[in-house]
């Protein structure tokens, strides 16, 4: 039954999805994200190069300006979504958040030294901290409860999009400008830069001018008490930490594919893969969430990166990471889009954005354990090791989740 409902939403057109008749926002919010996601992507999978290559960097400082980068974004979340249930306003925080990381992206032209580059970093985390809460509680503030699956599906395929359209830009400048696939250059990485403020610029004034505010409902809770937002959310959030540990950084994909053969231009060609997949899954699976139990959705997204691990761990050759790292993408666009739906089912309406704000928290803070235990893994064991050990996490987290949604739908029934 569930193969016959999957295959029934695949085959639906973009009317019968409906998105013609998405709301406003939505519409604005995908655009917004897949500008901005073209102008982020060409410059963040070339400014470690530009950090090794150019700055000449040690790749132990490259982890810890993009660690500290990750985990300011994940603490802003929660102030910013729960500023945005005290205030009941979305729009503005977001806007805010996306004109910062537009306004710091020029100074990586001039940047010289990596202290100015992790200034910039640290201001674009920072500001994608900011909007992105917000932002997410205003898509689920504009869309009603049987099409929110839907909503956020569509908003992962745009800013994927937007992504798999930046990494074609970065990886098409590198041509052009060096004529292959050799050490990445200043001047490269500058003209990439300057490319990259356009589609930035027009994020901002895109969600600006596009978007509403829809009059959230104000909190009148004292300052983030996590109780507040229910049992239900709070296990949810505890399975999910759960999944996130097994779930380590994807540069460990990336080195997993060095170590079969795979070049730079074939790394950035595998991203591309990832990210249309992803783009072509997304909203169909976020339709697909709104007919059947969202839950089942995750779980299903949950198995297959269990067996993309468990894939990643066995693979001997280059051709196995392409396969991988394209079905891949059907794995984020299962679950990704699906478990933001899903936080909002879960929540009242009025602290939907301190939801958003912790949930993003979580996901953030479980990168650094994940990570390490995964690095650990790879040295002790093998590279093999860390891919095994996250299939097997993500298989525990999947029966976790599903048997949680069964023991719901029997408490409710």
Known sequence: ??????????????????????????????????????????????????????????????????????????????????????????????????????????????????????????????????????????????????????????????????????????????WMTQGGVGQLTATTFRTVVLVSLVPAGLAVVVLALGAREVGAARSARPPIRFRALGRPFLVFLGIVGLFELGNSADAFLVLRAQTLGTNVLGILGMLAAFNLVYTLVSTPAGALSDRIPRRTVIVAGWVVYAGIYLGLGLAGAVWNMWVLYTVYGAYYGAAYGTAKALVADLVPVELRGTAYGTYSLVVGAMDLPASVIAGALWQSMGPGAPFFFGAAVALLAAGALWIWGRSRVDQAG
């Open 1 to 174: 039954m569930l193969h016959n409902e999957v295959i029934e939403v695949m085959k639906m057109s973009r009317r019968s999805l409906g998105l013609r008749h998405l709301p406003r926002n939505i519409w604005a919010v995908g655009a917004t994200s897949f500008l901005m996601d073209v102008s982020s992507e060409m410059v963040l999978n070339l400014l470690p190069l530009f950090l090794a290559n150019v700055l000449g960097v040690g790749t132990t400082l490259i982890g810890v300006i993009e660690g500290v980068a990750e985990a300011t974004a994940s603490l802003v979340k929660v102030f910013s979504g729960w500023l945005s249930d005290r205030l009941g306003q979305r729009k503005w925080l977001a806007v805010a958040g996306y004109a910062l990381s537009a306004a710091a992206k020029p100074f990586l032209y001039i940047a010289s030294s990596w202290e100015a580059v992790a200034g910039v970093r640290w201001a674009d985390r920072v500001g994608k901290g900011i909007r992105t809460a917000p932002r997410d509680a205003l898509v689920a503030d504009s869309i009603d409860e049987k099409r929110r699956g839907l909503a956020f599906g569509f908003h992962r395929a745009a800013d994927t999009g937007g992504a798999m359209v930046g990494i074609l830009g970065a990886l098409a400048a590198v």
